[in-house]
């Protein structure tokens, strides 16, 4: 085989394997998946939530509670944490940026009353009218795990 030809096929081979290695998010298929850490069905399309480790596998939670709890026993790494929003139900955002109201008056599948929001500002305009506390991403990991 010609060099040029080998080297070309190498370079596609080696474009494709690392790509096929980046994590991505999966879209949560409401109705169907199953919440990774509870086991109940993922059907409310504004508490859904998702991780994806750094190989790439993506584990799928009815709630941001559930991916909270499933975090405390959780030895791979994580690529990327993502959110369904109070905003924009189904979008999944990063977690990690997000605000989270706990608010009595927004119940969540779990029973923890957590709701999350793209912004500050939409997360206080509903405390607003629901009153609650709200927390950013660190705040959220230490109040649910003291």
């Known amino acids: 085989m010609e060099p040029k030809i080998f080297s070309r096929i190498l370079c596609i081979a080696l474009v494709l394997v690392l790509s096929a290695c980046t994590p991505s998010p999966k879209a949560i298929d409401y109705g169907n998946d199953a919440c990774h850490f509870c086991k109940m069905t993922v059907v409310d399309k504004i508490h859904g939530a998702e991780l994806v480790t750094a190989k790439g596998k993506v584990f799928t939670f009815d709630a941001v509670e559930c991916m909270v709890n499933f975090l405390r026993n959780n030895d791979q790494e994580i690529a990327l944490y993502l959110i ?50 709200i927390y950013d991403w660190e705040g959220l990991l230490t109040h649910m795990n003291p």
């Open 84 to 133: 369904n929003h109070y905003g924009t139900p189904e979008e999944l955002i990063d977690a990690t940026q997000a605000y989270y109201l706990i608010s009595k008056e927004l119940p969540s599948p779990m029973g923890a009353y957590l709701t999350a929001f793209k912004s500050k500002a939409e997360a206080e305009k509903v405390q607003a009218e629901k009153s609650g506390d």
